[in-house]
Nanobody
Framework: QVQLAESGGGLVQAGGSLRLSCATSGLTFTNATLGWFRRAPGKEREFVAA????????YYADSVKGRFTVSRDNAKNTVYLQMNSLKPEDTAVYFC??????????????????????WGQGTQVTVNS
């Protein structure tokens, strides 16, 4: 059974930082492409960041580019989202997602929800102005 568990959310002042973690189990982590999404109040879930199996390729939504960094630690089966210079508009529930892709190139990443099969429950991030 595949499980993804996010942690690290919380309340922060604008300009502050948080690091989200997503611990995975039940899948071969090195075969997984990974992503972060978020759902702000009253809005649809949207893409935030993605990282390839190799970890060498990443992609970001324009709204977070230059402020957020996605990374993965294959030894810990964990993906991270470092969030700096946080803004009130970053307030949302953040979800990690995984796609088992053992036969796909290691440099590929995905940016849409339907491309991911496994999802965590989400962690709340609130940024006060």
């Amino acid at each position: 059974q595949v499980q993804l568990a996010e942690s690290g959310g919380g309340l922060v002042q604008a300009g502050g930082s948080l690091r989200l973690s997503c611990a995975t189990s039940g899948l071969t982590f090195t075969n997984a492409t990974l992503g972060w999404f978020r759902r702000a109040p009253g809005k649809e879930r949207e893409f935030v960041a993605a990282i390839s199996r190799s970890g060498g390729n990443t992609y970001y939504a324009d709204s977070v580019k230059g402020r957020f960094t996605v990374s993965r630690d294959n030894a810990k089966n964990t993906v991270y989202l470092q969030m700096n210079s946080l803004k009130p508009e970053d307030t949302a529930v953040y979800f990690c997602a995984a796609r088992a892709a053992p036969f796909e190139p290691t440099n590929i990443y995905y940016t849409t929800e339907y491309q991911y099969r496994y999802w965590g429950q989400g962690t709340q991030v609130t940024v006060n102005s």
